[in-house]
């Protein structure tokens, strides 16, 4: 198993910038692919950004393409969210998410392809 705990929300005015992260217990973090997901108020949880357990290969939103930046530190087991140019249609509560940890060659997109969730931490940005 592994254990996650996301860190770093808050509040920031549009146009910001802001970096969640997400630390990582348990079993080996470098055989995990990992996502960002975020869910507003009234909407579904949706997916942000995934790389894979290498750090190889990531994949994003349309939503957040150009903006948004996710990598990893394998050796520190810290997932990281980098979120510029933000605006109040980014404000939802972050998650982290690992997959099953079996190395898998392509980041995922769908959130039922993660078994492993963090609570969420709050991101706010104001207009």
């Known amino acids: 198993q592994v254990q996650l705990v996301e860190s770093g929300g808050g509040l920031v005015q549009a146009g910001g910038s802001l970096r969640v992260s997400c630390a990582a217990s348990g079993r080996t973090f470098r055989s995990y692919g990992m996502g960002w997901f975020r869910q507003a108020p009234g909407n579904e949880r949706s997916f942000v950004a995934a790389?894979?357990?290498?750090?190889?290969?990531?994949l994003y939103a349309d939503s957040v393409k150009g903006r948004f930046t996710i990598s990893r530190d394998n050796a520190n087991n810290m997932l990281y969210l980098q979120m510029n140019s933000l605006s109040p249609e980014d404000t939802a509560v972050y998650y982290c998410?690992?997959?099953?940890?079996?190395?898998?060659?392509?980041?995922?997109?769908?959130?039922?392809?993660?078994?492993?969730w963090g609570q969420g931490t709050q991101v706010t940005v104001s207009s």
């Open positions: 998410a690992a997959d099953s940890g079996n190395y898998y060659n392509t980041p995922r997109r769908s959130e039922y392809e993660y078994k492993y």
């Open positions: 790389i894979k357990w290498s750090g190889g290969s990531t």
